[in-house]
């Protein structure tokens, strides 16, 4: 055996250290969710776009209103962007989401947007699908692991051309909203929430999975908007993801948004939170 692949004595006392949290969430300000739930319930529907198999669509949702995923014909997983609907260059952060909240998020945890500004865009306010919990091999719903099927990867990996992987699906849309040219709108797609996904890694090599998604027709993700946003919805081309990204020939079927108006005088105590406020100086001050 060589010297780099030699087991020290010590080797199990080092994987017996325990583990140590990175972000401990104690320090993040607390979600009142039933403060959230009180609002939802006198809220009224003001608008729904469905969004097409293998496609994706945008979406307007202000502040302080809620909007809605539900799956309406077939198990079907969405890959979701948001953006600050003033500004582009604010959008939704998975790495730190992930870090603050873990793999995969569930109700009154929160997305989170991209340095500098780092504050809460959406709370998540109910899940029809908070019963699957954790499966056998690991798995959980609504990811922020994985990044999105792109037309790059499946070039690399495969050698072909798809031109309806989430992240062309959603280039398509935000450039079709904004009036943006594709080359431009590209830039601004980043990586997504896993909407209805079920994933996780596998134990002995650690790589990334996707099994069959749990969900059903009726089934919903909801959000609370923090601040006014632009969102963008694929239906991904995998259908529920039970066998392969980027397919034309998984059963695929559409999702559908809602937007609800929150009733008027509800939210008296409640105010868009603040961009982040460390004064960006780096160390030179």
């Given at each position: 055996?060589?010297?780099?692949?030699?087991?020290?004595?010590?080797?199990?006392?080092?994987?017996?250290?325990?583990?140590?949290?990175?972000?401990?969430?104690?320090?993040?300000?607390?979600?009142?969710?039933?403060?959230?739930?009180?609002?939802?319930?006198?809220?009224?529907?003001?608008?729904?776009?469905?969004?097409?198999?293998?496609?994706?669509?945008?979406?307007?949702?202000?502040?302080?209103?809620?909007?809605?995923?539900?799956?309406?014909?077939?198990?079907?997983?969405?890959?979701?962007?948001?953006?600050?609907?003033?500004?582009?260059?604010?959008?939704?952060?998975?790495?730190?989401?992930?870090?603050?909240?873990?793999?995969?998020?569930?109700?009154?945890?929160?997305?989170?947007?991209?340095?500098?500004?780092?504050?809460?865009?959406?709370?998540?306010?109910?899940?029809?699908?908070?019963?699957?919990?954790?499966?056998?091999?690991?798995?959980?719903?609504?990811?922020?692991?994985?990044?999105?099927?792109?037309?790059?990867?499946?070039?690399?990996?495969?050698?072909?051309?798809?031109?309806?992987?989430?992240?062309?699906?959603?280039?398509?849309?935000?450039?079709?909203?904004?009036?943006?040219?594709?080359d431009q709108a590209e830039l601004h797609v980043h990586d997504v929430l896993n909407v209805f996904m079920c994933t996780g890694f596998t134990a002995d090599t650690g790589q990334y999975f996707m099994k069959a998604s749990p969900v059903r027709p009726g089934d919903y993700l909801e959000f609370f908007a923090e601040i006014d946003l632009l969102g963008a919805l694929?239906?991904?081309?995998?259908?529920?993801?039970?066998?392969?990204?980027?397919?034309?020939?998984?059963?695929?079927?559409?999702?559908?948004?809602?937007?609800?108006?929150?009733?008027?005088?509800?939210?008296?105590?409640?105010?868009?939170?603040?961009?982040?406020?460390?004064?960006?100086?780096?160390?030179?001050?």
């Open positions: 055996m060589s010297e780099s692949n030699r087991t020290p004595e010590d080797a199990a006392a080092r994987r017996a250290v325990r583990p140590v949290i990175c972000y401990p969430d104690d320090g993040l300000p607390p979600v009142d969710i039933e403060a959230y739930r009180s609002v939802r319930a006198s809220a009224s529907k003001m608008s729904e776009v469905i969004v097409p198999a293998r496609d994706a669509r945008a979406f307007h949702v202000p502040a302080g209103h809620f909007f809605r995923i539900t799956s309406v014909e077939g198990p079907q997983v969405g890959d979701l962007n948001l953006w600050n609907a003033a500004n582009l260059a604010e959008r939704f952060f998975s790495g730190k989401t992930r870090a603050l909240h873990g793999t995969h998020v569930g109700v009154g945890d929160r997305l989170w947007s991209c340095l500098p500004y780092l504050r809460p865009i959406a709370t998540v306010v109910a899940d029809t699908l908070a019963w699957y919990g954790t499966d056998p091999y690991g798995g959980r719903v609504h990811d922020v692991i994985g990044t999105r099927c792109d037309p790059y990867t499946h070039r690399l990996l495969s050698g072909g051309t798809y031109h309806h992987c989430c992240h062309s699906n959603l280039t398509r849309a935000l450039a079709a909203e904004t009036g943006l040219p594709l694929s239906a991904c081309p995998g259908g529920d993801c039970s066998s392969e990204h980027s397919s034309d020939t998984a059963p695929c079927f559409p999702l559908k948004v809602e937007v609800f108006r929150p009733k008027a005088g509800s939210l008296q105590d409640w105010s868009s939170p603040a961009v982040n406020s460390y004064d960006r100086t780096h160390g030179t001050k």
